[in-house]
């Protein structure tokens, strides 16, 4: 899960957020590779605007001068693939299998490094140029010489053909799913590396294929590549693994004389010597680890101890910092995902009753300090959210599934009903017994019954109890309608190991749209996507047109026409009512002891602030050996 404007256990730490945002510069647009011959460029975006020219020195948000040294701490923030926030026991998070440390993208080197200050802008590390062809289907990168993996041995072509043959073959599904429009890589020598796409592929595929770590083909040649394991593996990127201890730590120690440290995309960057992350079963016990220094770094995702336990000493005497940053991106989609591969959650009018049954403004005022706003759209806080009647361009994206979605799509798009804050809407919870009740679901001496006679039940499924106190006036909600719920609390391998096989009714999740949203899509609401163990479609959302309009989002032309189709599709979504929407915070909250520092602007899409990744340590606070428990 990645997270930023969580209110408990959940929020941006449940998704790698990608995209980001460009202003206040000079736009170069890149020749039309559709009318001419194949081009050759020093970056890639999807609608061919880059922010920087070729002999740009730095991005213009980072500080070129920060010093190295130091120790930055935390406990992870945001996960990918099969990566947990409590526990890890294996140091390949690339694959399904096992639970993989958090960081280690730090050991390894992608193709490019994607600009935190545009939106989907991408320039080059391993490679240094690439070449586009007339139709965009083949896709040359010329690598550096200078590439080298941490043993001193060359980085070829060779290695990274066999990394992206490898992923898309024995990767985790996510990989596997985001790489299908690949056809072949290719090593004609050791410096170039050809990448050759499927026609109609994802418009934002070759942008993550460039973004994918760089292994060694002589290590994988003596080891499976698709086995968890704790031996570390080899990198080439601006760390490598140092110290740990599975299940509670990881170290990673830069790489003093890195290959990569002195190009334009790495200016500013990863300036701390030892990046190490904690790991906690419980976030209450994290919180105390904070408190007494065991980290030093801490985004705080839970409104009330924002508001009520940051007042201990070292707050009081300035030596831990409190700050606020905004997060313009695409806050994404937060909720309770229902699991719609279960008989009992089929009928949308039984999934609607489960929305009413939730009481966001009590639970907001009562539990979360009246601090977020609720969630409506897979695309919030971004303008690709649908609003109002659909206007002409919509409607006709969507006039062809009349009569295959709801009606409702053709109208102002769905929003989940505000409660009067009671938390025992009786409105709301008549709403939502008379939708069970045309479902099929009726009460028999207090218990609601499906259609097939069994007694309605619900298991929330958790790995965590931070987000215990918000399922407890909704359960009691759910049971005013004779729905019999409970929590089931897993540890945070079995969780991972049930979500993965799809045995769940409902969990809590978060993720994030990119600012220029894509392929990725597929791997969210497809329906292929809902039959795939270890899938990001939670919901098992399977609508031939949610299908198409994911294909019209991949296909557009310019991003007018990418707006148009997300808002279009955004309408069939809400439409479906696959989850029971939660809440969102534009802001990042910080607490960090202080000893760091960071540029006074952070990137408006970088999908986070940039922490660890261009802060760095100020002065001697740092560096002495008691900062690390």
């Not at 939502?432 to 298991?459: T, Y």
């Not at 359960?475 to 045995?503: C, E, H, W």
């Not at 940039?610 to 001697?620: N, Q, R």
């Amino acid at each position: 899960m990645t997270k930023a404007s969580r209110a408990t256990a959940l929020s941006r730490r449940h998704v790698l957020v990608l995209g980001a945002g460009a202003f206040g510069a000079s736009v170069i647009r890149l020749p039309d590779a559709t009318a001419q011959a194949a081009q050759s460029f020093h970056g890639l975006s999807i609608f061919g605007d880059l922010k920087y020219p070729a002999d740009f020195q730095n991005f213009d948000y980072v500080n070129p001068k920060a010093p190295k040294g130091g120790v930055f701490s935390s406990i992870p923030s945001s996960r990918a693939y099969n990566q947990s926030f409590q526990t890890f026991n294996s140091l390949n998070s690339y694959i399904l299998k096992g639970d993989g440390a958090a960081g280690m993208g730090l050991t390894f080197s992608p193709l490019m490094i994607r600009a935190g200050d545009e939106p989907d802008a991408m320039y080059g590390l391993v490679a240094k140029s690439i070449t586009v062809s007339a139709d965009k289907l083949v896709y040359s990168f010329a690598l550096r010489p200078e590439a080298r993996f941490h043993d001193g041995s060359k980085l070829t072509a060779h290695d990274v053909a066999f990394s992206l043959n490898t992923l898309k073959a024995k990767g985790h599904p996510i990989i596997q799913q985001q790489m299908r429009d690949v056809i072949k890589a290719e090593a004609p020598d050791d410096a170039t590396v050809v990448v050759t796409f499927a026609a109609k592929r994802g418009r934002d595929v070759p942008l993550y294929v460039a973004s994918l770590p760089i292994f060694s083909r002589a290590y994988y040649e003596k080891r499976p590549f698709e086995e968890s394991t704790l031996e570390i593996p080899l990198g080439c990127g601006p760390y490598k693994v140092g110290r740990f201890e599975a299940g509670r730590y990881i170290e990673f120690d830069r790489v003093k004389d890195w290959w990569g440290a002195d190009l334009p995309v790495s200016r500013g960057h990863n300036n701390f010597d030892t990046i190490r992350y904690e790991f906690y079963r419980d976030r209450e016990v994290a919180f105390e680890g904070f408190t007494g220094r065991n980290y030093l770094y801490r985004e705080e995702f839970t409104a009330r101890v924002w508001n009520t336990r940051y007042d201990f000493p070292a707050i009081k005497d300035g030596r831990v910092k409190r700050e606020t940053l905004p997060d313009e991106t695409p806050s994404g989609a937060q909720g309770w995902f229902i699991n719609t591969r279960r008989e009992k959650f089929k009928d949308s009018r039984v999934r609607e009753a489960l929305i009413n049954a939730f009481d966001f403004e009590w639970t907001n005022k009562t539990i979360m300090y009246g601090a977020y706003a609720r969630t409506h759209s897979p695309f919030q806080n971004s303008d690709l959210m649908a609003s109002g009647s659909p206007p002409p361009e919509e409607m006709k994206l969507l006039e062809p599934f009349r009569g295959k979605v709801p009606d409702g799509v053709f109208a102002a798009p769905y929003t989940p009903p505000a409660s009067d804050g009671s938390g025992q809407d009786r409105a709301l919870l008549r709403k939502a017994s008379q939708l069970l009740q045309d479902a099929g679901c009726p009460i028999k001496d207090g218990k609601r019954l499906l259609p097939n006679g069994d007694v309605f039940r619900i298991e929330f499924l958790l790995d965590e109890p931070t987000f215990q106190p918000h399922h407890a006036p909704y359960i009691k909600n759910l049971g005013t309608l004779g729905i019999d719920a409970s929590v089931r609390m897993v540890d945070p391998v079995q969780y991972r190991s049930r979500v993965d096989d799809f045995d769940f009714d409902m969990t809590p999740q978060r993720f994030s749209m990119a600012s220029t949203p894509g392929d990725g899509l597929r791997s969210y609401f497809s329906s292929q996507a809902a039959a795939i163990k270890g899938t990001q479609n939670l919901a098992g959302i399977a609508d031939p047109a949610l299908d198409s309009l994911i294909e019209q989002i991949i296909a557009a032309d310019t991003r007018d026409e990418l707006k148009i189709a997300c808002r279009a599709f955004d309408r069939v979504f809400r439409a479906g009512r696959y989850w029971v929407p939660h809440w969102y915070s534009a802001s990042h909250r910080l607490a960090y002891w202080d000893v760091f520092a960071h540029p006074p602007n952070i990137p408006r899409f970088m999908g986070g602030v940039g922490v660890p990744d261009f802060w760095w340590s100020v002065g001697e606070k740092a560096s002495r050996p008691e900062q690390v428990k």
